[in-house]
DNA sequence: CCGCCGCCCTGCTTGC
DNA sequence: TGCAAGCAGGGCGGCG
């Protein structure tokens, strides 16, 4: 599922190759998947635009438009945005198409169709409640902390929310606290200094080397060029329940469940 | 503000 | 072997 590396490497993919061109029109097959502004249809409201540049902000794909406004996507689990070109095989769950000048266009699919394409007017908050970007100068030890202070929330829950750090999701949240030593069921507030700061180098250092292997492909990820990452060669916890500890060997991965999301943890090295 | 629950959806896994 | 139930999960709205 697209987390923050996986939706920085589609960015990065699609910045590359769409920018500068302009979208002629959109084919909207799915109608829940597209949100339009108010009183107007998506289609009719995106033909024409100029694409002046693709960012990420948290689990979102930006993408600008030269009027002001911004296609805003929202991949969930099974979402894909993929730039292909016309009559090139597509995925069968491909919901909506923005046609691209040219022979080129972008597709939007998602098996679950649990993910949305949202139009947004210039200025307009989209994002108001998101968190820190935790690749940013402002996620520092110090921010962290003052997140978890008071909180009896299970520590892992709490990365998971996105209203303090945008981005993490629950793989990457699960090796982080890994490599912090950290078990995911300990209420924050009951963090010592030294883990908060292990635990916030813990969370730049997996979402970097993440992005450096180009995201983890454990079921339907590919970047926009429609090819899987390798971060999943590389996962110490996510998944191997069973498995011997990568760290400490004798210990077995365990997964547990926390906030009803699956959660896997070294019983022995991390505390 | 906080925490928790249920819903959305489909494909894969599990169990009889 | 075949089928149905259960499970997975990010974001959001609703509730207390």
């Given amino acids: 599922m697209p987390e923050l590396p996986e939706v920085e490497t589609i960015v990065r993919g699609l910045r590359s190759r769409i ?45 600008r438009l030269g009027s002001g406004r911004s296609v805003v996507t929202s991949l969930r689990m099974t979402g894909r945005l993929v730039v292909a070109r016309r009559g090139a095989p597509e995925h069968p769950a491909t919901h909506l198409v923005l046609h691209l000048a040219g022979d080129a266009e972008l597709r939007f699919s998602d098996v679950r169709t649990f993910g949305r394409m949202r139009l947004v007017e210039p200025d307009y908050a989209w994002d108001a409640l998101l968190g820190v970007e935790p690749l940013s100068a402002d996620f520092t030890p110090q921010a962290l902390a003052g997140m978890l202070a008071e909180r009896t929330t299970p520590i892992k829950v709490l ?12 793989i990457y949240a699960c090796e982080a606290l890994w490599e912090a ?20 180098g813990a969370i730049v250092d997996v979402l970097q080397r993440a992005i450096a292997s180009r995201g983890t492909s454990v079921d339907d990820y590919v970047d926009a060029e429609g090819r899987r990452g390798s971060f999943q060669n590389a996962l110490a916890v996510y998944g191997r329940a069973g498995q011997p500890c990568r760290r400490c060997v004798k210990g077995r991965i365990v997964r547990i469940l926390l906030g009803q999301r699956g959660t896997w943890w070294c019983r022995r090295c991390q505390r």
């Fill in 159 to 170: 990365l998971l929310d996105q209203r303090r750090i945008a981005g993490i999701g629950n």
């Fill in 181 to 200: 030593r950290i078990r995911p069921s300990r209420p924050a507030r009951a963090l010592t200094k030294p883990a908060v700061t292990r635990l916030h």
């Fill in 19 to 63: 920018v500068g061109t302009t979208i002629e029109g959109a084919t909207v097959r799915l109608a829940r998947m597209a949100i339009p502004p108010a009183h107007a249809s998506f289609d009719r409201a995106i033909g024409g635009e100029l694409v002046t540049g693709v960012t990420r902000r948290g689990k979102y794909v930006v993408v």
